[in-house]
């Protein structure tokens, strides 16, 4: 299965979250999160109360999870590892982890 990076991916991603709940499915926001290096988005799926989990994996550079103005980078320790981010239905960002995967 061919991996799309993320910064194609998570905007679109994003925004399309909402549309099931949606009544009009009109366009309401976009966020991007992106690296210095190759990014990946792996799923993503939401709560009853409209967060939205997402996870993926990256390497050979660092991954900025934070979409807003504020900066929330993980750096690979070994090649490729994987991450998870939780975001307010709204896109503002709630938690994010990394792990080194071996």
Not at 17 to 27: G, H
Not at 67 to 76: K, L, R
Not at 87 to 100: A, D, I, M
Request: aromatic share 10%.
């Amino acid at each position: 299965m061919k991996k799309l990076p993320l910064s194609l991916l998570a905007g679109l991603a994003f925004c399309l979250a909402d549309i099931p709940t949606a009544v009009s499915q009109d366009f309401n926001w976009i966020k991007q999160i992106s690296g210095t290096g190759p990014d990946y988005l792996e799923d993503m799926v939401t709560d009853a109360n409209g967060n939205i989990y997402a996870t993926g994996f990256f390497g050979g550079g660092t991954i900025d999870l934070d979409p807003g103005p504020g900066v929330t980078s993980f750096g690979p320790a070994n090649g490729t590892d994987i991450w998870l981010a939780k975001y307010t239905s709204t896109g503002e960002n709630l938690n994010k982890r990394e792990r080194e995967m071996s």
